[in-house]
């Protein structure tokens, strides 16, 4: 799902000349973009810190422009706004030392930060005249961007859902969905969104769906011709209608969902179904112009993110359940069924 190449600052006076290193970090999936002081590239990180995955350094550069190479000015100093930027924006921006002068010019400068998101290198820098070293370096900043995205979801924004889903892997939901939200959401938030993400969310659907019949809130005999867990079935009782299948009735008597909720999940199930062609119907054709129509993926990511609201809802679903358990010994249900 992910296409969009990874933007690195890269300061390095004689670029120009080094133009090998960009085409080997392409293949890593990098965009090495070249600044030739250190005053035109904090500029950019302070204009548009987003858009950076990580810096890569020469130690030998120019502080300002037409100013000299010089190792003592130019890394304190990159060093200092590195740090502070870091903290005005509340996420630190992994950095690496790329040269081929003699480590004993800047060696002792580096700081034991870089420890953080590079331990496993044993030197404090990476050697430019060596091309397995250059290719090392993409390698693990490549490594390291992916891992900084999914931290960012887990830790960040979707905090609250990550929560409910180590809550509700003690209620019999598989630990593959915070698998599969972690992928959904790396792909929202960092535009990587793509057509299959529409099984996935499927997918969730039916881990949550699952974990609600082994919770006793969704019955177990709603079940398709195949004698697999009837999904469509499950969104259309939670929605508040009645379902028939070929052996039972299944009537509801008081809902547990708001009107909303159930709105939020019929939707979604019904555009992934599209989504995914899990139905050769009109809504597949339907969809299919309308993404190619608008030329987003805001509504591939529209799923992703109303999904999260489903996972918030179960959580408090189960922990009213444990409660009613607990002060009456019974959970109430909520539909009845009739064998026909």
């Keep these: 799902m992910d296409n969009e190449l990874k933007q690195i600052l890269w300061v390095e006076g004689n670029s120009l000349i080094h133009r090998d290193f960009q085409k080997e970090a392409l293949s890593y999936g990098l965009q090495l973009v070249p600044f030739d002081c250190w005053d035109d590239a904090y500029k950019s990180l302070r204009n548009d810190f987003s858009r950076w995955a990580a810096i890569i350094m020469q130690p030998k550069s120019k502080l300002h422009v037409g100013s000299l190479k010089k190792v003592m000015q130019f890394l304190p100093q990159a060093f200092s706004d590195i740090n502070v930027i870091s903290a005005i924006k509340g996420k630190s921006l992994p950095w690496y030392i790329l040269t081929d002068i003699d480590e004993k010019e800047f060696v002792d400068l580096v700081l034991e930060c870089r420890l953080v998101w590079d331990r496993g290198w044993p030197n404090k820098y990476y050697d430019s005249s060596v091309r397995e070293e250059r290719l090392m370096l993409f390698k693990r900043i490549k490594a390291q961007t992916q891992v900084n995205e999914k931290l960012m979801v887990r830790t960040g924004q979707y905090k609250n859902v990550f929560d409910a889903l180590d809550y509700l892997y003690g209620y019999q939901l598989s630990s593959k969905v915070g698998d599969i939200m972690e992928d959904l959401l790396v792909s929202t938030c960092f535009g990587k969104a793509g057509i299959s993400n529409f099984g996935c969310v499927r997918n969730v659907l039916e881990y949550l769906f699952h974990s609600m019949v082994m919770n006793g809130l969704l019955p177990k005999n709603l079940k398709n011709t195949s004698n697999k867990m009837n999904v469509a079935g499950c969104s259309k009782l939670l929605s508040g209608f009645n379902v028939d299948t070929d052996y039972y009735h299944f009537k509801v008597i008081d809902s547990i969902i708001n009107e909303i909720m159930s709105r939020n999940i019929y939707n979604i199930l019904r555009l992934v179904n599209a989504g995914s062609h899990a139905d050769i119907g009109n809504d597949s054709i339907v969809l299919d112009n309308y993404l190619n129509s608008v030329g987003t993926n805001n509504l591939i990511n529209s799923c992703a993110l109303q999904l999260c609201d489903v996972i918030l809802w179960y959580e408090q ?22 064998q026909v």
């Design 317 to 338: 679903i189960i922990k009213n359940t444990q409660k009613q358990k607990d002060e009456h010994g019974e959970v109430f249900q909520w539909w009845s069924e009739t």
